[in-house]
């Protein structure tokens, strides 16, 4: 069983950068994910990491001000988060899955099967 759980969020000034922790509890997966969901919006994936080597992926809105980096020792993933805006105000879910063919990495949140009860990000001014 992999249980993903998130920490870091809070209440941001605009301009400011957050750093978000997820720790990885039993089974690390292929393949971790931060998604982000505001209000009265459907989820949407924001970057992603494979565990054995670290590639990365990002969604075309995450890239350059978003940051996806892991800590393999402590099963710990991070995001990274610089010059917030108001758009950015979410909550940040983490997750994880088991393979994924050929190595492929996983950008929809259905490919997902385990998941986090999310940390809610409020960026203010």
């Known amino acids: 069983q992999m249980q993903p759980v998130e920490s870091g969020g809070g209440v941001v000034q605009t301009g400011e950068s957050v750093s978000l922790s997820c720790k990885i509890s039993g089974r690390t997966g292929s393949g971790i994910g931060w998604f982000r969901q505001a209000p009265g919006q459907e989820r949407r994936f924001v970057a992603t990491i494979r565990w054995s080597d670290g590639a990365t992926v990002y969604s075309d809105s995450a890239r350059g001000r978003f940051t996806i980096s892991k800590d393999s020792a402590q099963n710990m993933v991070f995001l990274q988060i610089n010059n917030l805006q108001p758009d950015d105000t979410a909550v940040y879910y983490c997750?994880?899955?088991?393979?994924?063919?050929?190595?492929?990495?996983?950008?929809?949140?259905?490919?997902?099967?385990?998941w986090g009860q999310g940390t809610p990000v409020t960026v203010s001014g």
């Open positions: 997750a994880t899955y088991l393979s994924a063919p050929f190595g492929r990495q996983r950008t929809a949140a259905s490919q997902y099967p385990y």
